[in-house]
């Protein structure tokens, strides 16, 4: 059964940082791209970043360009996204998915409050 | 970017109900959308990929069509498990986008 599983997520001050993480099973990790999306509360979803099997090509949002980071160890199984200048805004539930986004994680919430 | 105009934002249907939800893309993006459930506290589930086909598992009164820049996602009758919010996106060009979702509520 494929699963993917996110944690890290947490309350943060502005200005700080986390790192999430996305652990797969169920499938070959290497042979897909994988992405992270975001749902802000009561909000619509927002794609946020995306990575290739390999992890050689990478892509962001402009929202968070520049501050987030994604990177993916295929030896573990694990995507990661990095998380830094965290805003107010940033704060969502932030899940993760694979390739095209037919499986997706039950998300992990970032909460970003002084 | 792209932008994915998704229309209605809500509406409120009959248990038996055809109903129709549209988006439009700024730009043609062939066949690369996809179509999303999400019920409350719950991660989102695709229904529809490639812009018509249907995901494994899901029912077939659920159908998607169109390409380019026009394109719908159909429930030929509405069920009690279908009230939902539903999300297009398209994935044609990096940054992917959302349609802004629409709310399926009961009459």
């Known amino acids: 059964e494929v699963q993917l599983v996110e944690s890290g997520g947490g309350l943060v001050q502005p200005g700080g940082s986390l790192r999430l993480s996305c652990t797969a099973s169920?499938?070959?990790?290497?042979?897909?791209?994988m992405n992270w999306v975001r749902q802000a509360p009561g909000k619509g979803l927002e794609w946020v970043s995306g990575?290739?099997?390999?992890?050689?090509?990478?892509f962001y949002a402009d929202s968070v360009k520049g501050r987030f980071t994604v990177s993916r160890d295929n030896s573990k199984n694990t995507l990661y996204l990095q998380v830094n200048s965290l805003r107010v805004e940033d704060t969502a539930v932030y899940y993760c998915?694979?390739?095209?986004?037919?499986?997706w994680g039950q998300g992990t919430l970032v909460t970003v409050s002084s | 970017d792209i932008q994915m105009t998704q229309s209605p934002s809500s509406l409120s249907a009959s248990v038996g109900d055809r109903v129709t939800i549209t988006c439009r893309a700024s730009?043609?993006?062939?066949?690369?959308l996809g179509w999303y459930q999400q019920k409350p506290g719950k991660a989102p589930q695709r229904l529809i990929y490639a812009a018509s086909s249907l995901q494994s598992g899901v029912p077939s009164r659920f159908s998607g069509s169109g390409s380019e820049t026009e394109f719908t996602l159909t429930i030929s009758s509405l069920q009690p498990e279908d009230f939902a919010t539903y999300y297009c996106?398209?994935?044609?060009?990096?940054?992917?986008?959302f349609g802004q979702g629409t709310k399926v509520e009961i009459k």
């Open positions: 998915a694979r390739g095209w986004t037919d499986c």
């Open positions: 996106l398209q994935y044609n060009n990096y940054p992917w986008t």
């Open positions: 990575i290739s099997g390999a992890g050689g090509s990478t």
């Open positions: 730009q043609g993006i062939r066949n690369d």
């Open positions: 169920g499938f070959t990790f290497g042979n897909h791209a």
